[in-house]
């Protein structure tokens, strides 16, 4: 496994990152989680494979995902030897102030921890101001409950904006994104992550291989998860047709380099300047592969290829306003 640290820190992650969506009490949230002793097998496999960083939510799966990761850490590995990522929005109250303060409290109850590594928000909050946002989760630093701050799927602006407010007030700024980023979805070249770059935040985007999308040579998959999940469903069919180019380009340069077609698109993020691409892994091989892409070295050529034909998507990961209150599941497709 290759190392690198977030931001401007000195916490130092693997280059992969598991995404714990993945884990939890099924039906909660999705039908295809993996139940408290299927997770720990992957969480362990994770850790015997070197990966140190895992990024789950206090809304995943109604908390579970976070209290079966708490359980599998305690009995596989020593804290500090771990870096936990949790998140905070999709909840009574959003980013307000008393909001933050009561979740940060569950969360740390179901990890079984007494800090966070990196505590993000999950999406922007139209209704709190966010100079309140941004000094309460300042306090969670200098109380010593969070070691860092992170952002996930918003616009620019947005992004810009609360750092600038950071900045001003001498409050911690954010130090890494967490954002939907892809072959099959490349909007945030735009302007997020120039301002990420610009600002020396890490990238840690979700959905790598766009549900899957990317590791298969076929648009539908078989599996549980390709047959239930909605949410994968609304994020990536209506643009079937033009993105089916690029993942036939992703399998012809994976039989080039005698490697799976994951393999190609996550070696991509690498090359793109990507710190820890988040692999939301149901099954221990699914790491081995994602582990395998760090021996695929691709040319800028190569990767100019695979680029080659991207055309403009919908917007997908940024939202306009904040949805009504319970909902979780955003972009589903009913």
């Not at 960083?53 to 020593?78: C, H, M, P, Q, R």
């Not at 300042?138 to 918003?154: F, Q």
């Not at 993942?247 to 090359?271: N, T």
């Not at 710190?275 to 691709?298: C, N, R, S």
Request: hydrophobic share 40%; with cysteine; charged share 25%.
């Amino acid at each position: 496994m290759e190392y690198t640290k977030i931001g401007n820190t000195e916490i130092e992650v693997s280059k992969l990152c598991v995404g714990c969506m993945s884990f939890g009490k099924a039906g909660t949230m999705h039908d295809w989680t993996l139940n408290e002793t299927q997770s720990e097998e992957v969480i362990k496999h994770a850790l015997d494979l070197g990966i140190n960083f895992f990024d789950t939510a206090n809304g995943y799966s109604a908390g579970t995902s976070e209290e079966y990761l708490g359980k599998a850490i305690k009995k596989n590995v020593a804290r500090d030897k771990v870096v936990i990522a949790s998140k905070v929005y999709f909840n009574e109250g959003r980013l307000s102030r008393k909001a933050i303060l009561r979740e940060i409290e569950g969360t740390l109850t179901r990890l079984a921890t007494d800090y966070l590594d990196l505590y993000i928000i999950h999406r922007f909050d139209y209704e709190t101001p966010m100079e309140e946002t941004m000094e309460v989760l300042h306090e969670l630093v200098k109380a010593g409950k969070v070691r860092a701050i992170g952002a996930s799927a918003m616009y620019g602006y947005q992004f810009y904006n609360m750092q600038l407010i950071a900045k001003e007030h001498g409050w911690t700024p954010f130090s890494t994104m967490e954002n939907h980023y892809n072959l099959l979805y490349r909007e945030d070249e735009r302007e997020l992550i120039p301002i990420c770059k610009q600002m020396n935040v890490s990238l840690m985007p979700y959905s790598p291989l766009a549900a899957g999308h990317l590791a298969r040579a076929e648009w539908t998959s078989d599996s549980l998860r390709g047959k239930t999940d909605r949410v994968a469903k609304g994020k990536y069919d209506r643009m079937e047709e033009q993105d089916m180019h690029i993942v036939k380009r992703v399998q012809e340069l994976a039989e080039k380099h005698q490697c799976k077609m994951s393999q190609i698109a996550i070696a991509w993020q690498w090359a793109k300047g990507v710190a820890a691409p988040i692999i939301g892994a149901t099954k221990a091989q699914y790491l081995d592969d994602a582990a395998g892409a760090l021996q695929v070295q691709l040319t800028l050529e190569e990767v100019a290829y695979l680029e080659e034909m991207y055309v403009p998507h919908p917007i997908v990961g940024a939202i306009d306003k904040n949805p009504e209150q319970g909902v979780m599941l955003l972009d589903e497709k009913k």
